[in-house]
């Protein structure tokens, strides 16, 4: 039951970026499976707009063409004609934005739009965010030890949790490629990183790519996907209580990564598991005894120093990191005050998916949290790295015109996304069974008045 609580981010890489292979099989012709299937080689530099290639993975140098700037249904003239009749660049013929058709522009719009040194990678610049962000975290750890008073605690746990999260940013960008071209100092980096707050590096990089690679697809997205209006109204009052209750909900990553979201099966440990694929499970296993080993240190401490302090110094700012991980994936993707589409069948594509993403503004904790509120270029382009993405995306703004959803300010702290957590948590419940282009919908029998009833 449990188990529909669990709906939460993993996330994965797309152009030049090198990973395992995908899986052998010929790819849909409208989607991305959650069974990761290969897209058609490509030998030009150019796809139907533009390509991203993908690495086949560690073991070897062969090339993947990934074709990302277009539906991959390229509709007729007439139907081109029919659609051009009802709207004009997102706009119906009654002078609305409709956010939920088809763009004017392309993936290679957008990426002609991005400053070319906004794709270089910097090694030392991204090792020193970790040098930085590492000394912050023992630090931080020396001063509450060394005080060890109850005034001290609570802000030593919100403080070192959200640098646990920053840690966990870090090797997100190895995942991605984004941290350097070298495969080998991402995978060590990422390794440390990852393991050091109890998240299995390969695991969650490869469940990662499957939410990238399908992003806003209702069915096949990974990370904080609806659910269908039949499977929300089967849910048990508890179950449906935990899935949409806080602070529930953002306490869900740890158990995501062992058992994934409603509807899916496998474990981010398990290297048999079905979001694997053969050559696959030896960095999954790798990852796995990372976390192991991680594990074993933190059980040697509890006897050394005691679980109590134990709990005080790593325990509480876990869960710290938990909450920030659960908060930001899931802002990213719901809570706009206008209602953005989900995509199903032949109206998704890699494009449409991406600019359901949301930019969110976190004030001081953009620079503390490596600019992950930034997202929507990320989506699109995640081998951008964390440095260039707020340049970016100022640059690639005038291509997205009324696709791109300019974020809240914030203060010096994000207290007004709270309130846009809550107000989404009652409100997005469920998407409609049938329907290709479909939006969250309210169970307002649950939400109606006594009175009323």
Not at 65 to 81: F, I, K, M, Q
Not at 256 to 268: C, D, T
Not at 337 to 352: C, I, V
Request: charged share 20%; net charge positive.
């Amino acid at each position: 039951m449990a188990t529909w609580v669990l709906s939460e981010c993993g996330l994965k890489p797309l152009p030049r970026i090198f990973y395992p292979p995908l899986r052998n099989g010929l790819a849909s012709n409208t989607t991305f499976p959650s069974k990761i299937r290969p897209p058609p080689i490509c030998k030009k530099s150019l796809c139907v707009g533009s390509s991203l290639r993908l690495s086949s993975g560690l073991r070897g140098n062969s090339w993947w063409a990934l074709n990302v700037s277009a539906p991959l249904r390229v509709p007729s003239v007439g139907e081109e004609d029919e659609k051009s009749d009802q709207r004009v660049n997102g706009v119906e013929d009654d002078g609305e934005f409709d956010p939920g058709s088809p763009p004017p522009f392309r993936l290679a719009d957008i990426r002609a739009a991005i400053p070319k040194h906004c794709w270089v990678k910097d090694p030392w610049k991204s090792m020193s965010y970790v040098v930085r962000d590492v000394v912050v975290v023992f630090g931080l750890a020396a001063v509450a030890a060394y005080f060890n008073n109850w005034i001290v605690w609570p802000l030593y746990w919100i403080a070192q949790g959200t640098m646990f999260w920053a840690l966990f940013v870090l090797g997100h960008d190895c995942g991605h490629g984004s941290f350097s071209s070298n495969l080998n100092l991402n995978s060590v980096v990422g390794h440390l990183l990852h393991s050091s707050i109890l998240v299995p590096y390969h695991g969650w990089r490869i469940s990662h790519r499957t939410h990238h690679q399908n992003h806003g697809h209702v069915e096949n997205d990974e990370s904080w996907h609806p659910l269908p209006e039949k499977m929300y109204k089967n849910l048990d009052y508890v179950t449906r209580s935990l899935r949409f209750t806080l602070p529930f909900p953002m306490l869900a990553y740890p158990f995501y990564l062992w058992v994934r979201s409603p509807g899916k099966k496998g474990s981010h440990y398990h290297p048999n598991s079905d979001l694997f694929v053969p050559n696959e499970r030896k960095d999954v296993i790798t990852s796995t005894a990372c976390w192991t080993a991680m594990a074993a240190l933190l059980v040697c401490l509890s006897f050394a120093m005691g679980p109590v302090q134990l709990l005080k110094l790593y325990g509480v700012p876990y869960w710290i990191f938990v909450v920030w991980l659960d908060v930001v994936t899931y802002l990213h993707h719901h809570g706009h005050e206008d209602k953005l589409p989900w995509y199903r069948g032949k109206e998704w594509s890699y494009l449409r998916g991406g600019l359901t993403t949301l930019d969110r503004d976190y004030g001081v904790i953009n620079n503390i949290h490596h600019d992950i509120g930034t997202h929507v270029i990320h989506h699109l382009f995640p081998q951008i790295p964390h440095y260039h993405l707020v340049e970016a995306t100022e640059a690639a703004r005038p291509v997205f015109g009324k696709y791109y959803r300019e974020p809240k300010r914030s203060g010096p702290l994000p207290f007004h996304l709270l309130g846009t957590l809550i107000r989404s948590m009652k409100q997005d419940r469920y998407v409609s069974d049938a329907g290709d282009v479909v939006y969250y919908q309210t169970d307002t029998q649950q939400y109606e008045p006594e009175a009323s009833k």
